[in-house]
């Protein structure tokens, strides 16, 4: 079975989860402190994302994501 990337409903989510890596300050499967510095740097939907959805998260950080067509 291929695996394809995460599914998330807009770009400024993945746009918050890359702002959050590129930072450097936390492993990416710290979701607590993920959900924290998102917030920081005003990522509020990409918080609430990640709170909503954690599994396809985590998926995310191996598979990739992309946005939902």
């Known amino acids: 079975m291929e695996r394809g990337k995460t599914q998330v409903p807009s770009q400024d989510i993945i746009d918050g989860i890359l702002a959050v890596r590129d930072t450097g300050l936390t492993n990416m499967f710290d979701i607590a402190v993920v959900i924290d510095i ?17 599994i396809e998260y985590a998926k995310g950080i191996i598979q990739g994501y992309e946005v939902a067509e």
């Open 38 to 54: 998102a917030k920081m740097l005003g990522y509020s939907t990409t918080a609430k994302w990640i709170q909503a959805n954690m």
